[in-house]
């Protein structure tokens, strides 16, 4: 049985007359646009043709660039998949809540997590559910897998997809010591097959398969993707299509296996081009395409971990678990045509900016009883305006490791993506200009200490914005 729905948006709205609210002044008379997020899980900055890979080809995704905006500067809100995960749906830091880890060992949700995304959180599934649209989830959730948490109970009617990531529940491996970076363990990470994994596919809340059978995944998320597409023609929808891959262990189906340049992460990342261009196909063939905004991102940067087997940051320095520009920014693209503006832009958004976007697109009232961190980039998207974020916030766990603003980035910690290594705490902040040196080697920090000296402001007024929240990630079941 699907978990009852908290009323949680109808008591954000019932505010309104207190100006706790964003106005409906501004709704659309027309149908408000349908939505498709598309989102990659550890594709890097350098992994699409269009942002300069020279041997994956993305054919779908570099003619979507062409045809409408590509972001260059789009930035996760933290670099691993159920922080990043959270703040994209919310519009909000994942520390405001409690998905933010506390330290390294628990940095995500675990088949053992008994936490999730709280019942309090709004996400952008419930704000267009409650404008009409109809409403699904494909692919990875990550914000808790029992029914409290799962999309069935945060605004999406329906879900089908595996609710954590794909190299969890690994069937035990004889000899095997317990830590992740056993030998024998790596082996069946680089050369993987479906039997070795036990995770599930549910369907809303219940298991259709165990195990799931990762070789033809991208294709069916794919094809109950346009599934509901068809099914939902004729109203306004919200499809969020989270692909499992390319996070590991990389599983291409049979058509594709094998066939890139780029080894299996190629197939893979060629698998999800031909994704979006299925579901492109069928917004054309539905004359759906003028009526669609679609996004293309990814949850965070490769996992360097795994050598050839994971992704590129292209020019950017670091990856996924950590705070330089390899882990956190991420290729981005949106598309409506006869809309959003063709153009590539290179000022700064964040996944977080999609909910208050989508709002503004779509006519319907922003909560207002709280915090959001993302900006409306509506006026970027459709007339060309310079983009309204000014900063980007570095969070690992509790703390904000680095900052941006403008060109300029103040690294007041920094660790290494993953292992033992302690944490370098820097005063003063490294210092560097992204628009001049994106892949952050010179230190500027002597030659600005005026600029050190407001990102250092800019923190401090952040942080007074912040209060006690119940950490979830935490919460584990008993042994």
């Not at 290494?416 to 010179?442: C, I, K, M, Q, T």
């Amino acid at each position: 049985m699907r978990t009852p729905r908290v009323p949680k948006l109808a008591a954000a709205l019932a505010v309104a007359g207190l100006g706790l609210v964003a106005p409906l002044a501004a709704v659309p008379p027309a149908r408000p646009p349908n939505v498709v997020i598309i989102l990659a899980d550890d594709m890097g900055w350098g992994d699409l043709g269009v942002f300069g890979n020279p041997t994956i080809r993305t054919p779908r995704l570099d003619r979507m660039a062409a045809e409408g905006q590509k972001w260059t500067s789009f930035y996760v809100g933290e670099s691993v998949c159920t922080p990043s995960r959270a703040a994209l749906l919310t519009g909000r830091l994942a520390i405001r809540s409690g998905l933010n880890p506390v330290d390294d060992e628990r940095r995500v949700f675990y088949p053992d997590s008994t936490g999730g995304l709280p019942a309090s959180e709004i996400t952008i599934a419930e704000i267009l559910r409650a404008r009409g649209y109809a409403t699904t989830a494909i692919g990875k959730w990550h914000l808790g897998h029992l029914p409290p948490f799962l999309p069935t109970a945060h605004g999406f009617d329906h879900y089908f997809g595996i609710p954590y990531s794909n190299d969890m529940e690994m069937i035990p491996v004889p000899g095997a010591s317990f830590g992740g970076e056993d030998p024998k363990k790596r082996e069946r990470m680089m050369n993987p097959r479906p039997e070795y994994w036990n995770v599930p596919v549910l369907r809303d809340d219940k298991v259709a398969e165990r195990p799931a059978d990762q070789s033809s995944i991208t294709r069916r998320y794919t094809e109950e993707a346009t599934r509901f597409i068809r099914e939902n023609a004729s109203r306004p929808f919200f499809l969020y299509l989270a692909h499992t891959m390319p996070h590991m262990p990389l599983f291409a189906s049979p058509e594709f296996a094998g066939k890139s340049r780029r080894g299996r992460y190629g197939d893979v990342i060629e698998e999800i081009d031909w994704s979006v261009g299925q579901v492109l196909d069928t917004l054309r063939a539905l004359s759906l395409d003028e009526q669609t905004l679609v996004v293309f991102s990814s949850d965070n940067g490769p996992w360097s971990l795994f050598d050839e087997q994971g992704g590129s940051a292209g020019p950017l320095r670091g990856a996924k678990g950590a705070t330089f520009e390899g882990g956190m920014r991420v290729p981005t693209i949106f598309r409506w045509p006869g809309h959003v503006v063709p153009a590539v832009v290179a000022d700064m958004g964040a996944t977080m900016d999609l909910l208050p976007t989508l709002c503004a697109l779509a006519g319907a009232p922003a909560p207002r009883d709280r915090i959001l961190d993302g900006v409306d980039l509506s006026g970027t998207l459709l007339r060309g305006e310079p983009s309204p974020r000014q900063d980007v916030l570095y969070y690992r766990g509790p703390k904000v490791y680095a900052l941006r603003h403008g060109p300029y980035k103040a690294h007041f910690f920094t660790k290494s993506e993953y292992g033992p290594d302690p944490e370098v705490a820097h005063d003063p902040p490294l210092l560097f200009n992204l628009d001049e040196d994106p892949g952050e080697r010179f230190d500027v920090a002597a030659r600005h200490p005026d600029v050190i000296a407001a990102l250092r402001r800019i923190a401090a007024e952040h942080a007074r914005t912040l209060g006690p929240v119940e950490n979830q990630l935490t919460k584990r079941a008993s042994p």
